[in-house]
């Protein structure tokens, strides 16, 4: 009897400590790591705003068309787009009252064909345009005329770009000094830009454009 009671304290002491045991090992286990997503898995995206819809590009609005100048009369000599002969220009091509459309093969001008969309402005009509096909210089890729002192430069013009208003430059054409400066209106092939520069001296004068190609319709110079 004394050996069985001795056994069976034994027993439950071990019970005991082993219960005590597992305890502590609950107790200490670590949390649970939320297992990484498998290699063939694709991880959730949080979706993407949605994009706004891309604003329209302005358009310039082109100046108020300067009816005075259109219908003012002067004694003088004009160079209009009508009486050219259409076709690409590559070299230096006289017309009538001293005009010259100065080209080059490198630098070329073209008098294109708009009788199926033509312009009106005032009592005038305009089949046909000069385009300066890119941006010249005193030198080339120009209009030269004479002009005396007193004279009016009237353009009738336009950039060719539905947007972006252009300069057109009134030059000195020997000594390439600027006299004055157009600002061809966007939208040149619809909305002309018609103005003025006035002459100090005698001379030979020349236009040209810059910042890309612009539309010339007709040039007035005279008083």
Same mark, same amino acid.
């Given at each position: 009897?004394?050996?069985?009671?001795?056994?069976?304290?034994?027993?439950?002491?071990?019970?005991?400590?082993?219960?005590?045991?597992?305890?502590?090992?609950?107790?200490?286990?670590?949390?649970?790591?939320?297992?990484?997503?498998?290699?063939?898995?694709?991880?959730?995206?949080?979706?993407?705003?949605?994009?706004?819809?891309?604003?329209?590009?302005?358009?310039?609005?082109?100046?108020?068309?300067?009816?005075?100048?259109?219908?003012?009369?002067?004694?003088?000599?004009?160079?209009?787009?009508?009486?050219?002969?259409?076709?690409?220009?590559?070299?230096?091509?006289?017309?009538?009252?001293?005009?010259?459309?100065?080209?080059?093969?490198?630098?070329?001008?073209?008098?294109? #064909? %708009? $009788?199926? @969309?033509? +312009?009106? &402005?005032?009592? *005038?009509?305009?089949?046909?345009?000069?385009? !300066?096909? /890119?941006? =010249?210089?005193?030198?080339?890729?120009?209009?030269?005329?004479?002009?005396?002192?007193?004279?009016?430069?009237?353009?009738?013009?336009?950039?060719?770009?539905?947007?972006?208003?252009?300069?057109?430059?009134?030059?000195?054409?020997?000594?390439?000094?600027?006299?004055?400066?157009?600002?061809?209106?966007?939208?040149?092939?619809? #909305? %002309? $830009?018609? @103005?003025? +520069?006035? &002459?100090?001296? *005698?001379?030979?004068?020349?236009?040209?454009? !810059?910042? /890309?190609? =612009?539309?010339?319709?007709?040039?007035?110079?005279?008083?």
């Amino acid at each position: 009897m004394k050996k069985i009671k001795v056994a069976s304290a034994f027993v439950a002491t071990t019970a005991l400590l082993l219960a005590v045991s597992s305890c502590s090992k609950a107790e200490q286990k670590p949390a649970p790591v939320p297992a990484a997503p498998a290699a063939n898995e694709t991880p959730a995206k949080t979706p993407a705003p949605t994009p706004a819809p891309a604003a329209e590009e302005p358009v310039a609005a082109a100046p108020a068309l300067n009816m005075e100048l259109v219908n003012k009369q002067i004694e003088g000599i004009y160079l209009s787009a009508n009486d050219l002969e259409v076709g690409v220009l590559t070299a230096v091509t006289p017309a009538e009252d001293g005009f010259s459309l100065n080209a080059s093969e490198e630098k070329t001008l073209e008098v294109q #064909d %708009i $009788t199926k @969309d033509p +312009v009106t &402005v005032g009592d *005038d009509t305009f089949t046909k345009r000069i385009t !300066t096909k /890119g941006s =010249g210089k005193a030198d080339l890729r120009n209009i030269s005329f004479p002009a005396k002192e007193g004279d009016s430069i009237i353009v009738y013009c336009g950039s060719s770009s539905k947007s972006d208003a252009r300069p057109l430059h009134v030059v000195d054409f020997e000594s390439g000094e600027e006299i004055g400066t157009i600002t061809m209106g966007a939208n040149g092939s619809k #909305d %002309i $830009t018609v @103005d003025e +520069v006035k &002459v100090s001296k *005698d001379g030979t004068y020349c236009v040209y454009s !810059t910042s /890309g190609a =612009g539309y010339i319709y007709q040039i007035k110079v005279g008083k």
